[in-house]
């Protein structure tokens, strides 16, 4: 018989694992505050970009550093949540098997990719609020299953931006059993129901190019979620462009 806290260990496993087996990267179309419209037709449309939502916090992140140069212009993380990750048990808990402090896992030097949609269908424009609350929702859902921390280390909003999530000095949690020296990178929105925008997939297509240079990661090393787990994540309308990104890259 196991001591206390191997039960809860066991305990807390089970939840994660039935809630992603049941979940996948999805959540409920309308869950948090992304949804609010039933119309979503102008969604989709990669001409309906805001030009008069320009946070002026956008233009100074991630200007000449690394990760600018790694992934293009980036919002960095301090840009939407103030918090760092918890420290302790529960950084990789998407693998079942909590880290301590001690052994905190790196993401670096990645030798994978994997791709993700949230599974929440984007409505109306792509303002940098909205961005910021999607993350925020998304970090909190993640928290609630006892991470500590959103499970994606980069995430692309509508309009090509690329946030900063999880700090790559953390392993990820985005693919169940998956997940060491994995970098998991989220595109907003439902790629079951609709189409990304074309912002979306050149800022994809541009960082998982600077990222496969940098770390020598090869163009097959990069995956939909799908291909390693069961769900239909990112979604039929994104996966093509995955597939058609990676077998551009050698
Ligand atoms: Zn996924």
Redesign the pocket.
Known sequence: MGNMKDQENRRRFLLTTAGLLAA??QYNSGRGPISTSASSAQADDPQNLDSDDFNPREEIVGKGSKAEFLYGPLVLRQTWTKTTPRSGDGLNWFDGSPSSKSRIKSAVPPNRI?V??DAMHWAGGHSFAKSVDRLRTIRKGHLGRGWNDIGYHFAIDGRGRIWQCRPLQFQGA??RGENPRNLGVLVMGNFEEQKPTRNQVNALDDALQRFCAYYKVPGRRIYG?REL?Q?A??GKNLFPEVQRIRNRIS
């Open positions: 996948g990267c994997t993700h949609h985005h693919v979620h787990g769900t994540c990112p």
